[in-house]
């Protein structure tokens, strides 16, 4: 008998492995809903699919009788444009400052432990003050995002420039490059690939503020619409959402990491 | 490289002597090789060659001028590794200083500019036998030929001195000779000055015109931080034959089938 450790599935058995926890989840969940149901046909707590069915046609396919939108589609474009913005200027300013920060002492000198600081105030505590400062429009919702993600993105960056081989910053000037030649041939190029993945790292917690914040004030979006209907105990709609934003959350985590193997090849291990 | 000379240099980390009274004066372009034991300053006084160290006290003086006190394209560089830039392909690599040369703002060159670096990256990277390896990344490279290429890339520079920190350390024995052939042809064919570090005695001798050994010639037990090492042995080694008759010995002594 082979240790543990040296036991491994084969693609079959790996596959049906990997399918086994959502599968249990699903059965566990028609069988929980199947007994709650039959003890009380009106709860709503544990809705049957068909039922979940039924609020997603209405929400997707009609158009709404107070706005003549689309609900579903309507709140997916206003979220992600959010998360959009949020999240591409998090990553305009990481690169720009964790690039700085890593590349040039006297601008790590100035602002690395501010940055420190910075990185480290509660986002959510701050929110009232966005609000305030910014109104309750998209701009507060983007900032939000921004002030949660930003400074993690800079920090990363930097740190991964200071992990870049001291040698290859000694060889790029023995070949003549200046510091904005160092930047641009040097050290953006080799960044590309860990930005990316320091985006994917933080899209989780870039849905956490951008949820928050639609959940406090918004008129439309994908966390306006879950908080809305939950004072109606609308599970049928809350739990189809949920799934909605987890599948987008995995299909941008996903497409990120298609993209970095595909743009990067030299980031890869040798063939 | 017509003369190099190093006056009374000294290099303290605090209360730490690594270097101390270190004298040289070489005139044209020797190949200088540097052993010592581990520790003894030999690393700290290539940094100092190439820019990435400041001397605490004393002269590095390159054709009568003081070297700069940070790297530059008069002196290139082979470590023993990270030195090629591993988002870039062999050829890539090889024209990035010509590039950067031209193009100050962009890096990077376009249309007909582009073409003749490219021709002139691809003969450079010919002639340490890469030729067939040109759009391959370092990390479908082998160890040996990771070094030719940073010796290509270092080289197409035109540097007066060229300075390499063990560079053939981490390669096969095998491996190891071919690249003494190659780097002794393109010392000859290059008006330039070597300063190569190694652990390997026999390849100290084997290769320069000059053999530096670093030591420390005071100790004191109780403090064996105060005193530094120096060169202890400057040992000129007897002149090589001529070119030609070195190629001649080299491929009569080379394995049948080698790239000569």
């Known amino acids: 008998m082979r240790r543990l450790i040296n036991r491994k599935p084969g693609r079959a058995a790996a596959l049906g492995l990997g399918l086994l926890p959502f599968v249990l989840v699903v059965i566990a969940y028609l069988f929980g809903s199947h007994t709650r149901l039959q003890d009380n046909p009106a709860d709503k707590l544990l809705p049957p699919p068909a039922v979940m069915v039924d609020a997603i046609e209405r929400l997707a396919l009609e158009p709404s009788k107070r706005s003549g939108q689309r609900l579903l589609w309507a709140d997916t474009a206003a979220s992600l444009q959010r998360l959009g913005l949020g999240v591409g200027l998090s990553a305009v300013l990481g690169l720009v400052f964790g690039v700085a920060i890593g590349v040039v002492p006297h601008i790590r000198a100035t602002l690395g432990h501010f940055l420190v600081v910075l990185s480290m105030i509660p986002p959510l505590a701050v929110l009232p003050i966005l609000f305030i400062v910014f109104g309750l429009g998209e701009l507060s919702k983007v900032v939000l995002i921004v002030i949660g993600v930003a400074p993690f993105i800079m920090r990363d960056l930097a740190a991964r420039v200071a992990e870049l081989p001291r040698e290859l910053m000694i060889k790029g000037q023995t070949l003549g490059a200046s510091t904005w030649q160092i930047i641009t041939r040097v050290v953006l190029p080799q960044l590309w690939p860990r930005l990316i993945h320091s985006v994917r790292l933080m899209l989780g917690p870039a849905w956490l503020f951008l949820i928050a914040a639609e959940a406090i004030a918004a008129t439309d979006g994908l966390g306006y619409r879950i908080f809305l209907v939950r004072r109606y105990l609308a599970m049928d709609v809350i739990l189809p959402y949920v799934a909605w934003i987890t599948l987008l959350a995995f299909l941008f985590d996903w497409l990120l990491q298609k993209w970095a193997r595909r743009a990067f090849p030299w980031a890869e291990p040798a063939p | ?260």
């Open chain 2, 1 to 260: 490289m017509k003369s190099f000379e190093v006056r009374n240099l000294w290099k303290e980390y605090g209360d730490q002597v690594v270097l101390e009274r270190v004298h040289l004066a070489l005139a044209g372009n020797e190949f200088v090789t540097i052993v010592g034991a581990s520790g003894c300053g030999k690393t700290t006084f290539l940094k100092m060659l190439m820019g990435d160290e400041v001397p605490t006290r004393g002269e590095l003086l390159l054709d009568g001028e003081p070297l700069p006190t940070e790297p530059g394209p008069d002196r290139g560089v082979v470590f023993q590794r990270y030195s090629v830039f591993p988002h870039l392909t062999a050829l890539e690599n090889v024209m990035l200083g010509l590039e950067l040369r031209q193009a100050p703002l962009a890096g990077r060159l376009f249309g007909a500019a582009r073409t003749a670096v490219r021709e002139q990256a691809a003969q450079g990277l010919a002639a340490v036998g890469l030729q067939a390896a040109l759009d391959k990344y370092p990390a479908q490279l082998s160890g040996g030929m990771q070094q030719r290429l940073a010796i290509a890339q270092a080289v197409i520079m035109r540097p007066r001195i060229l300075l390499l920190d063990e560079p053939f350390g981490a390669l096969d024995p095998g491996i190891r000779s071919d690249m003494h052939g190659l780097i002794l042809d393109l010392w000859r064919q290059g008006d330039m000055g070597v300063f190569m570090i190694t652990h390997d005695l026999h390849e100290g001798f084997e290769l320069g015109t000059r053999l530096l050994v670093f030591d420390k010639v005071r100790d004191d037990p109780q403090a064996p931080e105060a005193y530094g090492a120096t060169i202890t042995f400057d040992i000129p080694l007897q002149r090589r034959p001529p070119p030609d008759v070195m190629e001649a010995v080299r491929r009569a002594t080379a394995p049948a089938g080698a790239p000569s």
